[in-house]
């Protein structure tokens, strides 16, 4: 009979990738996104936690700005240079969908809100006041709608160098590993 109290075990390491599921490259193996948490170059932060509004996405399906696996989805496009998306008749506009999810061959992603709920989203502008969550605001508040959903201040480089302009600024990021 197998008893875990009797098992011996201990693991000491001083290299916490040893331990980390992931491994040493996780860009290629963590599959998800989740609300940039970390003080970010300007110095600010802006976590979700349980008083936060309920519509902030917390987390969604890989980011196509940081999935080198996407590629076979893809077809080799790069989600800016490819058709990117635009604002156009007043609304939210990418006939290619290369800023959608590659897991669900750009049809979308799904999104875990604050709230709890998961929901299958066919664009990524459905943060808080339809906030694009790969992207960043350009300014803080942003200058108007088309600012919000297209979040013209642009992708996000490696984790840590871009941050949310602010708390319902939804920005999903995840490990990055040699893209493109």
Avoid at 104 to 124: I, M
């Amino acid at each position: 009979v197998f008893n875990l109290a009797d098992e011996d075990i201990t693991f000491n390491t001083d290299d916490i990738t040893d331990a980390w599921d992931f491994g040493t490259e996780p860009g290629k193996h963590c599959s998800y996104s989740y609300h940039m948490p970390y003080v970010g170059q300007s110095g600010a932060s802006f976590p979700i936690n349980v008083s936060s509004n309920p519509s902030c996405p917390v987390a969604a399906d890989r980011s196509p700005y940081f999935d080198q696996n996407a590629d076979s989805y893809l077809d080799d496009a790069n989600p800016d240079e490819d058709g990117p998306p635009t604002w156009k008749d007043g609304e939210y506009y990418d006939p290619d969908k290369t800023c959608n999810a590659a897991a669900h061959q750009r049809e979308g992603q799904n999104v875990l809100f604050n709230d709890s709920h998961v929901s299958f989203e066919k664009w990524p502008n459905c943060g808080v006041d339809n906030d694009n969550i790969w992207r960043f605001w350009g300014t803080n508040p942003p200058d108007d709608a088309e600012d919000k959903q297209l979040s013209d201040g642009g992708q996000p480089g490696e984790v840590g160098d871009d941050e949310p302009m602010a708390e319902e600024d939804a920005l999903l990021v995840c490990e990055r590993q040699d893209m493109y």
